[in-house]
């Protein structure tokens, strides 16, 4: 009997061998160099925001193929799947998004983007420099795995795969405002929701969190500011737009240093400016664009005002008049506390307390947030980052992510979902 013993531990710790393997590890491992071969895809044919047609098949090709009910064409190209469990229980919603960006790639991976499009006039590459790719294979990861255990899951899973997270194109709606408006959380409507963006900073096997508030609202404004045209010889018989825009640029930084609290945090960028034609020639009027980031909606408000105020002033003071297009943009992303401290042991379970990682708020902006407003929701970051290769950070040529993060992600996604349901049913 004792030998018996010994010869059956030893053939648990057997690599490659399933004995006694959790159900979901059982399900990652059948199903991961699918869910490879598919990044892969992905990545290598990028789509950008509204027009991700190929990737929205690809996802609803594969979500049919593992059983889960389809919804496609929500929001333009956003796909909906359901998968009720074999169990009564409350509905989860778990969320990626599969847009692209206009970036050209730099990077040595063999599966490197191939796709150039046309952008704002502009021949440009597209990629997947946000991470996008990952998200997306690792929620059809999450598929693949609660689907092989639709009869022990007490509830229903609804699979969100978003269109235009970085945007729609101009003059068109998307992201998730639109896929709200078209019935993502209807019939049936989640208690709660999970999402995840892939982080550069952290490495693969870590995971980060943020309790509370985790990401600013993004705010957009334009800004037309007219004088009167002369010649540069005779700077006199103008009102100088170009020196209205510039005081008006500086005075916007002491809404942030005089008018608000230090602990406030807020962040106003102007980021393009565009006046005039001719070297000898103070134009008839300056265009400014730019962004506000803040997390209190008071906060926002005040900015608001105070650069109307501001420019008023400014313009009264020369002689100019100005128009301000100030717009709302994606709201605060709030990680709900409660559903936040009450997944934590779940994720230590994955990767270990040590890997688990508290990370602090950031100015970046995320329209997960859309979401997070309707029901409570949880954000978290998975690390990409491979031990000794380095990685650009998002939103530039060099960022790659290691197909390794795909496990990882799948795991701790499956375990939130289950354990969530699990949780809600006692």
């Known amino acids: 009997m004792r030998k018996r013993g010994m010869w059956y531990l030893l053939i648990l710790f057997i690599p490659g061998l399933i004995i006694g393997k959790d159900p979901i590890d059982k399900a990652i491992s059948k199903n991961l160099n699918t869910i490879i071969d598919l990044r892969h895809q992905i990545h290598q044919y990028p789509e950008l925001g509204n027009r991700e047609f190929k990737t929205a098949k690809l996802v609803a090709d594969h979500l049919r193929s593992v059983g889960i009910e389809v919804e496609t064409d929500v929001a333009y190209t956003g796909v909906v799947g359901v998968l009720k469990g074999g169990k009564p229980g409350p509905v989860v919603a778990v969320r990626a998004d599969m847009d692209a960006l206009p970036v050209t790639e730099d990077t040595d991976l063999p599966f490197k983007s191939t796709v150039r499009t046309t952008y704002l006039n502009k021949e440009v ?123 008006a640029v500086d005075a916007f930084q002491t809404i942030r240093s005089r008018s608000l609290s230090p602990l406030e945090p807020s962040v106003i960028t102007v980021g393009i400016i565009r006046g005039g034609e001719r070297f000898n020639i103070i134009p008839e009027k300056v265009h400014l664009e730019g962004t506000v980031r803040t997390y ?131």
Not at 158 to 169: H, N, R, T, Y
Request: hydrophobic content about 40%.
């Open 296 to 426: 209190n909606k008071d906060v926002q408000d005040m900015v608001e005002q105070r650069m109307n105020k501001i420019l008023e002033g400014i313009t009264l003071a020369y002689g100019g008049s100005f128009e301000l297009n100030y717009e709302r943009g994606t709201p605060a992303l709030i990680n709900n506390p409660e559903l936040s401290r009450q997944m934590i042991p779940t994720m230590e379970k994955v990767v270990g307390k040590d890997n688990l990682k508290m990370i602090d708020p950031v100015m970046g902006g995320e329209d997960f947030a859309v979401f997070a407003n309707e029901v409570p929701g949880m954000y978290y970051r998975l690390g990409v980052a491979k031990p000794g290769i380095s990685s650009g950070w998002i939103h530039t040529p060099t960022f790659r992510a290691d197909d390794s993060c795909l496990e990882v992600g799948i795991r701790t996604m499956s375990n939130l979902v289950l354990d969530y349901l699990k949780s809600s049913n006692n």
């Open 125 to 247: 590459g597209v990629m997947h420099a946000c991470g996008h790719d990952i998200h997306t294979s690792v929620q059809l990861g999450v598929a693949s795995v609660l689907a092989s255990l639709k009869r022990s899951i007490p509830g229903t899973v609804k699979f969100i795969f978003q269109p235009a997270e970085e945007g729609p194109p101009p003059g068109e709606e998307g992201g998730a405002d639109l896929m709200l408006k078209e019935g993502a959380f209807d019939n049936p409507r989640p208690s709660a929701i999970f999402g995840l963006h892939a982080h550069a900073g952290l490495e693969v096997g870590e995971l980060g969190l943020t309790i509370g508030p985790a990401m600013a609202a993004v705010d957009q404004f334009t800004i037309t500011i007219k004088g009167k045209q002369s010649h540069g010889a005779y700077p006199h018989k103008s009102i100088d737009p170009i020196i209205m825009a510039t005081e």
